[in-house]
């Protein structure tokens, strides 16, 4: 069996990804500045959790030693500051500090979790390009390397869906929306999954760039509507312009947690939609949105998974 290094392993899709692999059978290893965040990757014997920060200098050389392969989940959709730092710290730095220590511990397979529109000659928000950027640096190195760019990842325990849940619960009556004719391609956090297990799988991947779309297209608008209708809840979904949108990002900007920022507003100019079919090339069908909708909701607001199923049954 194979060993993985898998950098943000503890979170929405890393912890899927190493229990997945585990059950296989691989050693994984899951660097992390907060060992209790992956108490629940304790349970799979395979899984060594090491308190380590991935930054500090030869931390990476140290973790790589004698892995078969890596897998970058590291990523960040906001920063703490305005200027791009934050984004270049978290995807184009740390970039380079795998990359070198790959080559110092003699490692040559490495899957990046990317992004729709990472790179884009038209993308302006930091999060687009910084991950373009981190491509580049993949695709110059010595690396066989392989770039998987997802559209929104969904799934129970997700932070998309189940945040619109959330609001729509807070909110009464009628909810404004920013930016709701951006569209995206929702994939299954599984398909995901079996999609990067099938590259670590598959050494004819190496060099290729992948973009990942689920079954089915929807502006953020028919996303949202049909959460409210799932849950049950009577709502009046308002898109906002452009203008407006752009106005509530700046204001939010300075929110604790940025719920939506500037540089959110940015990324959601261009569609989340593939032009080539990723899935397909390893023959992997994706999941239904809108058959997945009600699982992955099932922990929303105060509605059970079954109520949720039977009023989507129109039971």
């Given amino acids: 069996m194979a060993s993985y290094c898998i950098p943000g392993g503890t979170g929405f899709i890393g912890s899927r990804l190493v229990a997945h692999l585990a059950n296989r059978g691989h050693r994984i290893t899951v660097p992390t500045r907060d060992p209790e965040r992956a108490?629940?990757?304790?349970?799979?014997?395979?899984v060594k959790i090491v308190r380590a920060d991935v930054f500090a200098p030869g931390t990476l050389?140290?973790?790589?030693?004698?892995?078969?392969?890596?897998?970058?989940?590291?990523?960040?959709?906001?920063?703490?500051?305005?200027?791009?730092?934050?984004?270049?710290?978290?995807?184009?730095?740390l970039m380079e500090a795998l990359i070198a220590a790959c080559e110092s511990s003699g490692v040559s397979r490495l899957v990046q979790l990317s992004a729709l529109n990472a790179g884009a000659a038209q993308a302006s928000s930091h999060y687009l390009r910084s991950k373009g950027e981190a491509e580049a640096l993949l695709r110059k190195s010595q690396l066989d390397w392989t770039i998987l760019q997802p559209s929104v990842v969904?799934?129970?325990?997700?932070?998309?869906l189940n945040r619109f849940a959330g609001l729509l619960r807070l909110i009464p009556f009628a909810f404004t929306l920013p930016m709701p004719n951006t569209r995206f391609a929702p994939i299954h956090v599984d398909d995901l999954v079996?999609?990067?297990t099938r590259v670590l799988d598959k050494p004819e991947t190496t060099h290729q760039t992948l973009q990942l779309c689920g079954a089915e297209t929807f502006t953020l608008k028919e996303i949202v509507q049909?959460?409210?209708?799932?849950?049950?809840?009577n709502r009046r979904i308002i898109g906002m312009s452009k203008g407006l949108s752009r106005a509530q990002a700046a204001w939010m900007d300075f929110v604790p947690g940025k719920p939506f920022s500037t540089d959110n507003y940015r990324s959601m100019l261009l569609d989340s939609v593939c032009?080539?079919?990723?899935?397909?090339?390893?023959?992997?069908k994706p999941r239904s949105l809108t058959a997945n909708l009600a699982t992955t909701l099932a922990g929303a607001g105060m509605h059970t998974h079954f109520d949720i199923c039977r009023r989507t049954a129109g039971r």
């Fill in 39 to 46: 108490r629940h990757l304790r349970i799979q014997p395979s």
């Fill in 194 to 196: 079996s999609t990067i």
């Fill in 275 to 284: 032009t080539e079919d990723g899935l397909q090339r390893l023959g992997i």
């Fill in 154 to 160: 969904f799934g129970p325990g997700d932070d998309f």
């Fill in 61 to 93: 050389a140290s973790l790589l030693t004698g892995a078969d392969a890596v897998v970058n989940l590291i990523g960040i959709l906001n920063e703490s500051g305005r200027d791009g730092r934050g984004f270049r710290r978290a995807h184009v730095e």
């Fill in 226 to 233: 049909m959460i409210s209708d799932t849950l049950g809840l």
